[in-house]
């Protein structure tokens, strides 16, 4: 076993060992230090108060049943419908924003080492962008959407805005890291035999990024599908909107109705950038 495969496995091992501290740490906090009684998880009244919600969810004992009511069918597929759209609306704000910053975002473009041309302000360019997206990503969506909702009235637009602007920082990052590994050896080569900013852009850089740039860009539609229920918490439209008000009127068969058809969206998701990727690859 060589040196560099022997360093490999010892951090593979401290890792293990880390994680089991940190759970076993976890649960002596929760028990010894928080005092929780985990038993009272388990009493009668938290099994009957199960049972009931449950058997809610699937229609029993409720006066209206919404599975059995067109109106609310077709509630629910134009709410789902929405909830598309707003997926939809913030991967494109995002995807639009990053590619319009990614580049100067780079670190080996900003200081000239990969395009063999330095730019006056490269640097300061650099580090405010690379700033923008630090705070863009940390800030949750949710705070990004209650913020939002004061500024425009409630609906898909808010929504989109506020999972735009927190997945623009997490595609800026990952796009940005991407032209950061890239060979640099035949953008060089370009770069020596005295092409524009533009031809090294089209015929150096793009042909290797942009496959890797679609694969994320896949991915974060999906968390962003998935997401789009949370923010609709706060008013911003779709599924996550009327699934609050749902909840809060105890109507538990709509509950039901909306978690169908946002499981079929997500699985949706799943299935189109699978396949998606599947063929970039």
């Not at 923008?132 to 929504?159: C, D, H, N, Q, T």
């Not at 020596?192 to 042909?207: E, K, M």
Request: glycine share 6%; hydrophobic share 55%.
């Amino acid at each position: 076993m060589n040196t560099n495969t022997r360093w490999k496995l010892n951090i593979v091992l401290l890792s293990f060992y880390v994680m089991i501290f940190l759970t076993a740490a976890s649960w002596l906090s929760i028990i010894m230090i928080e005092k929780a009684d985990i038993q009272s998880l388990f009493s009668m009244g938290n099994i009957e108060n199960t049972k009931k919600f449950l058997f809610g969810l699937a229609g029993f004992g409720e006066d209206s049943v919404a599975f059995m009511e067109k109106d609310k069918w077709v509630l629910a597929f134009n709410l789902t419908k929405e909830t598309l759209q707003m997926s939809v609306m913030a991967t494109g704000f995002a995807t639009i924003a990053m590619i319009l910053t990614v580049l100067p975002a780079a670190r080996n473009i900003a200081d000239g080492s990969l395009t063999l041309q330095r730019k006056k302000f490269g640097r300061s360019t650099f580090w405010f962008i690379r700033a923008g997206y630090v705070f863009s990503r940390a800030v949750p969506e949710l705070v990004w959407a209650m913020l939002i909702i004061f500024i425009f009235k409630p609906g898909i637009l808010p929504g989109a805005i506020a999972l735009a602007l927190h997945n623009f920082g997490i595609l800026g990052k990952l796009c940005a890291e991407v032209i950061e590994d890239l060979d640099p050896r035949p953008i060089r080569n370009l770069a020596t035999c005295g092409a524009s900013r533009l031809q090294i852009l089209f015929y150096g850089i793009l042909p290797s990024i942009l496959p890797k740039f679609l694969t994320y860009i896949l991915y974060r539609w999906e968390v962003i599908m998935r997401t789009t229920i949370v923010v609709g918490f706060v008013g911003a439209g779709g599924l996550g909107q009327q699934f609050k008000l749902s909840m809060s009127f105890f109507h538990y068969t709509d509950i039901s109705m909306l978690l169908v058809c946002y499981l079929i969206l997500v699985f949706a998701a799943d299935f189109i950038s699978e396949k998606a990727r599947a063929f970039i690859k």
